[in-house]
């Protein structure tokens, strides 16, 4: 049976719902109060990490964690209104993130992140967006031998239970690989099943159009204004009302205020990041993550893609400039760094999830509400899967993948 269907949110996540749903022969009105891919899906490093099995766990080493405490690295860094803000969240991602619990919420992860090339190249294909990805893999470089050791440790085990494609670069391998390098490197761990994209934004354009060329309608609106009616939903656009039996929250890192005002408790918290682009110098043959370091490169259409790690931080407050400028100051010294395309970095905020899961499927306390957030790190990567995933759903049918981990239902009301 089809359905009238209003999702809200045109970042990576709500654009591909919206486009899963048209697909499949539902009325779909996708709604947004800025064109789609402006937003969290724009600021990322490009990658669509295939091999992404396991989610990012919050660090358990003391020193690691007493690292970020005091601002000695630059993968982590925090504000501490922002950090007293999320700490409840904070504390329940340490908890789930102990080695056993870790290794349980992987295995449901893994389910999903199984299905991100073959999922995203269907909407590829779909869109004629071959010229914005290149299959190259990404590349984690390692600075000294015995991070070196371990991670490639770690990527030989990955290897064995996923059956992700993998290669493993000694110091001069990578030399060889990327000549722009000035300084040496202990070597690298190339995943090869990654995807890269020269335009992550774009990707999302893309998806959209597909969208309104099979009949799905994106207006500009207020997502807070959804309101449930007699039968179903209404959401308020600059040009009227939309009314729907169905409503699709996509909203990102803005899912938390508007289901907690509906009377929802997930444990929802956001991680901040920055990027700027760099012209006139070198770039990087494959997408690379400096991982003693905590920044991600990546050559793009507007030059060199610099992101950095996470950040703490409320989502208003106002930017710090310490981990991009340190990430910055890194890679001077490691290539022929260009000048920025950018008067000022670009800051977005990433929805994560206590847990480390995404939410996805029915809302517990309203009929025909339905939840797609959370993804943090990997919402650029799970755009697709977690769309057909939500699509089997919402028909009622067989979930192409486990479903139950993600559900909603896994917090209480």
Same mark, same amino acid.
């Given at each position: 049976?089809?359905?009238?269907?209003?999702?809200?949110?045109?970042?990576?996540?709500?654009?591909?719902?919206?486009?899963?749903?048209?697909?499949?022969?539902?009325?779909?009105?996708?709604?947004?109060?800025?064109?789609?891919?402006?937003?969290?899906?724009?600021?990322?490093?490009?990658?669509?990490?295939?091999?992404?099995?396991?989610?990012?766990?919050?660090?358990?080493?003391?020193?690691?964690?007493?690292?970020?405490?005091?601002?000695?690295?630059?993968?982590?860094?925090?504000?501490?209104?922002?950090?007293?803000?999320?700490?409840?969240?904070?504390?329940?991602?340490?908890?789930?993130?102990?080695?056993?619990?870790?290794?349980?919420?992987?295995?449901?992860?893994?389910?999903?992140?199984?299905?991100?090339?073959?999922?995203?190249?269907?909407?590829? &294909?779909? *869109?004629? /967006? =071959?010229? #914005?990805? +290149?299959?190259? $893999?990404?590349? %984690?470089?390692?600075?000294?031998? @015995? !991070?070196?050791?371990? &991670?490639? *440790?770690? /990527? =030989?085990? #990955?290897? +064995?239970?996923? $059956?992700?494609? %993998?290669?493993?670069?000694?110091? @001069? !391998?990578?030399?060889? &690989?990327?000549?722009?390098?000035?300084?040496?490197?202990?070597?690298?761990?190339?995943? %090869?099943?990654?995807?890269?994209?020269?335009?992550?934004?774009?990707?999302?354009?893309?998806?959209?159009?597909?969208?309104?060329?099979?009949?799905?309608?994106?207006?500009?609106?207020?997502?807070?204004?959804?309101?449930?009616?007699?039968?179903?939903?209404?959401?308020?656009?600059?040009?009227?009302?939309?009314?729907?039996?169905?409503?699709?929250?996509?909203?990102?890192?803005?899912?938390?205020?508007?289901?907690?005002?509906?009377?929802?408790?997930?444990?929802?918290?956001?991680?901040?990041?920055?990027?700027?682009?760099?012209?006139?110098?070198?770039?990087?043959?494959?997408?690379?993550?400096?991982?003693?370091?905590?920044?991600?490169?990546?050559?793009?259409?507007?030059?060199?893609?610099?992101?950095?790690?996470?950040?703490?931080?409320?989502?208003?407050?106002?930017?710090?400039?310490?981990?991009?400028?340190?990430?910055?100051?890194?890679?001077?010294?490691?290539?022929?760094?260009?000048?920025?395309?950018?008067?000022?970095?670009?800051?977005?905020?990433?929805?994560?999830?206590?847990?480390?899961?995404?939410?996805?499927?029915?809302?517990?306390?309203?009929?025909?509400?339905?939840?797609?957030?959370?993804?943090?790190?990997?919402?650029?990567?799970?755009?697709?899967?977690?769309?057909?995933?939500?699509?089997?759903?919402?028909?009622?049918?067989?979930?192409?993948?486990?479903?139950?981990?993600?559900?909603?239902?896994?917090?209480?009301?």
């Amino acid at each position: 049976m089809a359905h009238d269907i209003v999702v809200l949110g045109a970042g990576m996540i709500g654009t591909c719902t919206a486009l899963e749903l048209t697909l499949r022969g539902h009325a779909v009105t996708l709604v947004d109060r800025q064109p789609p891919g402006r937003e969290t899906s724009y600021g990322n490093a490009g990658v669509i990490q295939r091999e992404a099995v396991e989610p990012y766990a919050f660090p358990r080493d003391v020193r690691a964690i007493l690292g970020a405490a005091f601002g000695r690295g630059l993968d982590i860094h925090y504000q501490a209104a922002g950090l007293f803000a999320a700490l409840p969240q904070l504390m329940r991602y340490w908890w789930h993130s102990a080695p056993r619990r870790h290794r349980r919420i992987g295995k449901a992860y893994a389910g999903l992140i199984a299905h991100v090339t073959e999922e995203h190249g269907r909407y590829m &294909a779909l *869109a004629g /967006a =071959q010229d #914005l990805v +290149r299959r190259e $893999g990404l590349r %984690l470089m390692y600075r000294s031998g @015995h !991070a070196m050791e371990a &991670a490639a *440790a770690h /990527a =030989q085990q #990955l290897h +064995r239970d996923h $059956g992700i494609g %993998l290669d493993l670069l000694d110091a @001069h !391998a990578l030399a060889a &690989a990327e000549p722009a390098f000035r300084i040496p490197m202990a070597g690298a761990v190339h995943w %090869l099943d990654s995807w890269s994209v020269s335009d992550p934004g774009a990707l999302v354009e893309r998806y959209e159009s597909v969208f309104r060329q099979r009949g799905g309608r994106f207006a500009r609106g207020d997502a807070s204004s959804l309101r449930e009616r007699a039968g179903g939903w209404e959401v308020r656009l600059d040009e009227g009302v939309v009314q729907a039996r169905h409503a699709v929250v996509a909203l990102g890192p803005w899912s938390d205020g508007l289901t907690r005002r509906m009377g929802y408790r997930l444990p929802l918290f956001i991680k901040r990041g920055y990027h700027r682009h760099y012209a006139g110098g070198d770039g990087v043959n494959v997408p690379t993550l400096d991982a003693e370091r905590g920044y991600v490169m990546s050559s793009q259409r507007r030059g060199l893609r610099i992101t950095t790690g996470a950040e703490i931080a409320r989502m208003d407050a106002p930017s710090t400039p310490r981990q991009l400028a340190g990430a910055e100051t890194e890679v001077r010294k490691l290539l022929n760094l260009g000048l920025p395309v950018e008067a000022q970095p670009w800051l977005g905020s990433r929805p994560c999830c206590a847990d480390m899961k995404p939410v996805i499927g029915r809302a517990q306390r309203h009929k025909g509400l339905w939840f797609n957030f959370g993804h943090g790190h990997h919402g650029f990567t799970l755009g697709p899967a977690s769309a057909r995933l939500l699509a089997d759903l919402i028909e009622g049918g067989t979930p192409y993948t486990e479903a139950t981990a993600f559900s909603p239902s896994r917090f209480p009301c």
